[in-house]
């Protein structure tokens, strides 16, 4: 474990103690005993070296932070979990939103509310007491505002369209440090380029969208080994084309090629590949899917 600061001159303590003074959540730097955790995120092949990194506790935190960035011409990066960090912030300031991960549904106005370092399982679990679902992507821990931010499709995107598309309002730090409400009201062309343009516009600290009803799911993994890919792949394509548009499944193939089902949002038993099927290739590798209610 390296904790030393590759990149430079670390900041002084006293440039370290205004920040900390300034926000509520924990700021680490290089030589200290938190820094190697703070530092990374989900995708270990990125190995930053920030000078600082800030992790955000509630709104306030984000402004001083950016603030502080701003004011010392230090590089910006923002981080919830890191699923999707392909570049390093070396010298510069991470400013992480992961404890920034409140979860609200409102289930009488199909809507959530969540922090900007929520991610979609914590939002799938709240939701799911409802009969209610978000138009999440297929892995619980990615951000919740990194991916509506770059578009977001999921399992239900077929029938509602992408996350981006179901985003109702976002609370926002801008470069200058002001907290406004981007909505179709307020702000419009920036929540016009909320919805796909990534995080090039501001630090997210909140977002409102839509939730949509899910009572029941078909769900699970169905595993073939390759040498039963090419039966697989037309059995697989013969049922798609007799199920709906709207209707999504995964089909990744991999060194032991498996097909699955995960949380398709709706209730369908493929027929051929399924757990109970009626014509399949080969018995599967391992099996393990069935429908479930959600509430
Ligand atoms: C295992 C895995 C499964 C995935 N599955 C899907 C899927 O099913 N559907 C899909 O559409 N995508 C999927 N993705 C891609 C994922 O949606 C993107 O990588 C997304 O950017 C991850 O967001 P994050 O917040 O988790 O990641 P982070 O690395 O924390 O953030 C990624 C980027 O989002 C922006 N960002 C994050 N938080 C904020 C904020 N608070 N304010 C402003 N900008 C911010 C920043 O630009 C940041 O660099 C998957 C990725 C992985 C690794």
């Not at 005993?33 to 306030?60: C, F, K, M």
């Not at 699923?83 to 992961?98: A, N, P, R, Y």
């Not at 770059?150 to 239900?156: D, E, P, S, T």
């Not at 709706?266 to 399924?274: A, D, E, N």
């Amino acid at each position: 474990m390296r904790t030393s600061d590759p990149t430079g001159t670390p900041p002084s303590a006293s440039t370290v103690q205004t920040l900390r003074a300034a926000v509520n959540g924990p700021v680490h730097r290089a030589g200290e005993h938190s820094y190697d955790t703070a530092r990374l995120g989900w995708r270990r092949t990125i190995d930053p070296y920030p000078a600082l990194v800030v992790e955000a506790a509630n709104a306030q935190d984000v402004q001083a932070a950016v603030r502080f960035a701003r004011d010392r011409a230090l590089p910006l990066a923002v981080q919830a979990t890191g699923h999707g960090t392909i570049s390093s912030c070396d010298g510069g300031l991470l400013l992480k939103t992961t404890r920034m991960a409140t979860v609200q549904i409102h289930a009488d106005r199909h809507t959530a509310r969540v922090g900007g370092g929520a991610v979609w399982g914590a939002v799938v679990a709240a939701a799911a007491p409802s009969g209610l679902a978000p138009l999440s992507g297929t892995a619980a821990s990615v951000g919740v505002t990194g991916s509506t931010l770059g578009g977001g499709v999921g399992w239900l995107s077929r029938r509602y369209g992408f996350a981006a598309d179901s985003l109702l309002a976002a609370r926002i730090v801008t470069a200058d440090g002001q907290l406004l409400t981007a909505s179709p009201k307020e702000h419009p062309e920036l929540f016009w380029a909320l919805r796909g343009g990534g995080g090039n516009f501001g630090v997210v600290t909140a977002l409102t969208f839509r939730l949509y009803p899910v009572d029941r799911v078909y769900g699970g993994t169905v595993v073939f080994n390759m040498d039963c890919a090419e039966k697989a792949l037309a059995c697989y394509r013969d049922w798609a084309l007799t199920e709906p548009d709207w209707r999504r499944c995964g089909r990744p193939l991999g060194r032991r090629w498996w097909t699955g089902w995960g949380r398709c949002g709706l209730p369908i038993r493929p027929p051929s590949l399924g757990r109970r099927p009626h014509r399949r290739p080969r018995t599967p590798a391992s099996s393990c899917s069935g429908s479930y209610p959600t509430r």
